[in-house]
């Protein structure tokens, strides 16, 4: 065949391909009814691990690399488990016949739960002053509502969201109340306004992007501010997915966000600024390439790409954000007394210890 000739076929065989992934989504959904109908989980560790092992030696006996076949299977995993979850959360129907409002919905962590509350059967609308997608129920502002929703979910910016939740307080709405805020401390005023006026509160911390479309391996911390019903409601949202949920107290979330987020993005910050102040070696730094670096350059632009507001608030609001920064100071500053005073025990201590911590979080992260 000549050079077009084989690329129809590779066309073909992409096709091809491509509805073997079609027919493995649909049979993934029937996996998901009959798990949804026995009880069984929705992720089988045991079972991945024999299809990835499975596929490695079959790719070896057929010439292919174990590598790439382990890795294309991973892929159809993690979308076979997306098909299963989004089926499970769907024949759960938690939502059905209630009502939610959306605060913030049209904003990019508001539109999640607003997919992920009518997926549940939901009948969810948005307040919001900025255009939702089609067909979305909108109003341009949530105090024009009569609030007579089982649901209120406050997905506005950290600086205003304490406002709302203060003026929510005021009126009593009957349905359960929560935010979704990354920092807890900025909003303690209003938090407490409404668990005072004796509204259904609780606080929630998804730990995962507006693109995420697996939960598992995530987390969603649920904040206990003392209302029973308000927490066991909010929980039971995410009870059909796979995600890890976490119940702890304000304090303790924003002492553990001070490093969880705080930490990691003042060192990437630092990182980038680093390299863009580096004068001279910048243009060079950017034809060169190494496994550590191009990692970290990669997380670092990630970075660089967030709201410059938003992450200067999570570093500002917190009343614990100082000890992660003055822990990343005195870390820094260890490292470079070790190299200057040719310390290279010094150094290899802290190397040491870096080991044997992040092996420690591997093994307690590690699936059983």
Known sequence: MNLDELRKHLDQLDEQLLQIIAARQATSREIARVKQSTGAPTRDYGRERDVLLGARNYAENIGISPDVAETVMRLLIRSSLTTQERASVAARASGSGRHALV?????????????????????VQIADPREAAAGVDRIADWRESPLDHDLIVVAAPLGTTNTILGQLAARRPRGVVFDLGSLKSPLRAGLEALRGAGVAVTSLHPMFGPDTELLSGRHVIFIDLGCAEALQQARALFAATMAEQVVMGLDEHDRLIAYVLGLSHALN???????????????????????????????????????????????????????????????VEAVREAVLAGDQARFTALMRQGHEYTQGRRTADRPP
Do not use: C, H
């Open 269 to 331: 910050i630092a990182f980038f600024t680093a390299l863009a102040e580096s004068g001279e070696a910048a243009p060079r730094l950017a034809q060169l390439s190494s496994t550590t670096f191009d990692a970290q350059f990669d997380i670092a632009s990630r970075v660089a790409e967030e709201s410059p507001e938003l992450y200067f608030e999570i570093q500002r609001l917190n009343d614990f954000g100082a000890e992660s920064l003055d822990a990343l100071a005195r870390a």
């Open 103 to 123: 605060i913030g919905g049209a904003g990019k962590m508001g539109g999640w739960f607003v997919q992920f509350l009518s997926s549940q059967g939901f009948n």
